[in-house]
């Protein structure tokens, strides 16, 4: 992990962002889908943009906590008791700040260094139907790392895009929703 966040590309456009590429070796990788917990395993992740006609979410979650790794059944377990601490651990948070760190600073200031954070390890299972909009991420978060896990490229085409708003060309008034948005 380390070394994938050392090796990642920054990006400041549309805002300061790295992306991984490739960062589990294949066996790893394999090693994750065949220990993905069952759907009942997850808790519904409800808000308006995963919501399906017949209410229930097409979004779901599973947090990963000592107690929710508690009720998994034990190769599952087994092998995702280990993720949480290597995942929330020191030298990641360290990692990914350095990595981050004009966009912090920016953000936090001096304040930066006293900042204390708690990472909060998910697996998120996005269901048929789900769909979310264009939105920012919430002002509570300080980095949000995602990585998908298709089991091949057939769904290449699914995942994060990102948008640049642009400003109107004429001061004083407002893009159309269709100019605002430029997907990258």
């Not at 490739?22 to 943009?49: K, Q, S, T, W």
């Amino acid at each position: 992990m380390l070394a994938a966040i050392g090796a990642a590309p920054v990006e400041a456009d549309p805002f300061f962002h790295l992306t991984f590429q490739n960062v589990f070796p294949a066996d790893v990788y394999a090693a994750l889908h065949e220990h993905l917990p069952a759907d009942d395993a997850y808790e519904e992740l409800r808000h308006r943009d995963a919501l399906r006609p017949d209410g229930s979410s097409a979004r779901l979650h599973l947090i990963l906590t000592p107690q929710s790794l508690a009720r998994l059944p034990e190769p599952i377990r087994a092998f995702w008791t280990p993720i949480h601490p290597a995942l929330s651990a020191p030298e990641v948070k360290t990692a990914l700040f350095a990595r981050h760190y004009p966009a912090l600073f920016r953000r936090f200031g001096k304040n930066l260094k006293t900042l204390e954070v708690e990472p909060r390890i998910s697996l998120i299972r996005d269901l048929a139907g789900y769909r979310i909009g264009i939105h920012q991420d919430i002002r509570e978060k300080v980095i949000t790392t995602q990585f998908y896990l298709p089991k091949d490229e057939s769904r290449a085409h699914i995942g994060t895009v990102f948008y640049r708003k642009i400003e109107a060309s004429i001061p004083g008034t407002r893009a159309s929703k269709d100019e605002t948005e430029n997907r990258l």
